[in-house]
């Protein structure tokens, strides 16, 4: 191998990381209400 | 993780008489101060919310960051009354709400007919709803490059499922109108109808991944295979070890049946799982948070609630 490959390794693996990094998923909670009817005290 | 809050509508008035009761505007008052103060970025104008007029919900909406969405309510000229969406990027998603509301009933229609239409307030009329939809989730999955469409309908059961099978480009409809309550997120055609709980008694919640395109996976059949599994798991644990100290023959041989069975049913609840739940891809998870008297209230808007609905009245 020659010995160039390491470094070349290394720096495709520095400069993929942050692509890695940017393809995680993208994560959301949605909170719906709805029918609330005029609701303000639901003990009633 | 980031919360993004909404509203499908239906949610200021109790009945369309509401009107003759005095507490009613306090009411709706308080409720339409609370969903901007407690960050809702959304809400869908439904038949119910219109008992008081448009004048009274743009008046109390005004300079709110509570956005009133209705794509097909228009005025007697033919002017849209709200806008039809509004977009927002909540952690890191750009995702498009619009909101839907009742088409016209035609007046001369039997009462009670159930073609997914509402009777509404002199003034105020709802243009077709599909036709609406459609425009609306065009123009923002191509102009607005949105990344996500939620669609508030504020429309019959019979209404919603219409357009959750039919509205391209749509992710989730959260239907309000006939008080179904809480129920199962349905995949129903091309996109997945949420029915998102009622008055007052829970909260929808949507937990949503998204990586790549394409339509989402719901992780609940998977979750339940997981857990069933995991019961299975255990009772196998117990029958092996019934086995290792029982010595009567007949009871090994009913044992080993019992085993064999209880593996078969683990590896089928294994490949449930296995099907149902990418880990990657888009996904989502529903569940119901309960408002019951378990949870604390807020002190102040306690106090603001005992102001309009005092304890012992009717309505508390």
Same mark, same amino acid.
């Given at each position: ?44 | ?13 109790? !009945? ?72 927002? !990027? ?20 039997? #009462?009670?007919?159930?073609?997914? !239409? ?94 790549? !395109? ?30 290792? #100290? ?23 609840? #294994? ?46």
């Amino acid at each position: 191998m020659s010995p160039r490959a390491p470094r070349l390794a290394a720096l495709a693996l520095l400069l993929l990381l942050p692509m890695v990094a940017g393809a995680a998923p993208k994560k959301l909670v949605l909170l719906f209400t709805g029918d609330n009817g005029g609701e303000i005290a639901p003990c009633g | 993780m980031p919360v993004l809050a909404l509203d499908a509508g239906n949610a200021l008035f109790k !009945t369309l008489a509401d009107g003759q009761d005095p507490a009613a505007k306090p009411r709706a008052e308080l409720l339409l101060e609370q969903l901007d103060a407690q960050g809702y970025a959304a809400m869908a104008v439904g038949q119910r919310d219109l008992v008081l007029g448009v004048d009274f919900l743009k008046k109390k909406t005004k300079g709110t960051k509570l956005k009133l969405v209705s794509a097909n309510l228009v005025d007697a000229k033919g002017q849209p009354l709200f806008p039809a969406s509004v977009v927002t !990027t909540v952690g890191g998603l750009k995702v498009g709400i619009v909101g839907v509301s009742p088409a016209s009933a035609d007046p001369k229609a039997p #009462a009670g007919s159930s073609d997914g !239409t509402a009777f509404l307030p002199e003034g105020v009329r709802g243009l077709p709803v599909a036709p609406a939809v459609t425009a609306e989730v065009k123009r923002l999955r191509q102009k607005e490059q949105v990344q996500l469409v939620v669609l508030l309908a504020a429309v019959p059961y019979v209404e919603a499922v219409k357009l959750a099978q039919g509205a391209e480009g749509v992710d989730f409809v959260v239907q309000s109108h006939d008080g179904r309550g809480v129920g199962m997120a349905q995949r129903q055609g091309v996109s997945t109808l949420v029915p998102p709980g009622e008055r007052g008694r829970q909260v929808a919640k949507l937990e949503v991944s998204v990586d790549g !395109t394409g339509p989402f996976a719901d992780l609940s059949e998977a979750n339940r295979a997981r857990e069933s599994q995991r019961m299975v798991e255990a009772n196998i644990a117990r029958v092996q070890e019934r086995l290792k #100290a029982e010595k009567n023959e007949d009871t090994r041989r009913s044992l080993q049946e019992t085993l064999a069975s209880f593996e078969s049913r683990r590896d089928a609840l #294994a490949r449930t799982a296995e099907a149902q739940g990418p880990a990657t891809g888009r996904t989502y998870l529903l569940t119901y948070l309960q408002l019951g008297t378990d949870v604390a209230s807020d002190a102040a808007v306690q106090k603001q609630v005992e102001r309009v609905e005092p304890p012992g009245s009717a309505g508390h």
